[in-house]
């Protein structure tokens, strides 16, 4: 069984950081990409970022580039969102998923909540 569990989430004041965790298991992690997504109350999801099974190529949305910042550590099994210079419209509940040969992501996690205050 894939479980995603993502952590790091909180209450926070603009400009400040955080580092979000994604712990994978029930599947090959390596060969998965890794993506994060947020959805914001009463907004659709949107991408925010993704990194490829060897953690080359990283890709992010515009608004969190220079900001944010994926990364993978697949001798853990985990998945990271460092965030910086966070703003009030970064508030979202941040889901992290993984798709492999695929389009579309295959696996989600359950989120974390991000609250940045101005």
């Known amino acids: 069984q894939v479980q995603l569990v993502e952590s790091g989430g909180g209450l926070v004041q603009a400009g400040d950081s955080l580092r979000l965790s994604c712990a994978a298991s029930g599947l090959t992690f390596f060969v998965y990409t890794m993506g994060w997504f947020r959805q914001a109350p009463g907004k659709e999801r949107e991408f925010v970022a993704e990194?490829?099974?060897?953690?080359?190529?990283?890709y992010y949305v515009d608004s969190a580039k220079g900001r944010f910042t994926i990364s993978r550590d697949n001798a853990k099994n985990t998945v990271y969102l460092q965030m910086s210079s966070l703003r009030p419209e970064d508030t979202a509940v941040y889901y992290c998923a993984a798709k492999f040969n695929s389009r579309e992501y295959n696996y989600w996690g359950q989120g974390t909540q991000v609250t940045v205050s101005s």
């Open positions: 990194i490829s099974w060897s953690g080359g190529n990283p």
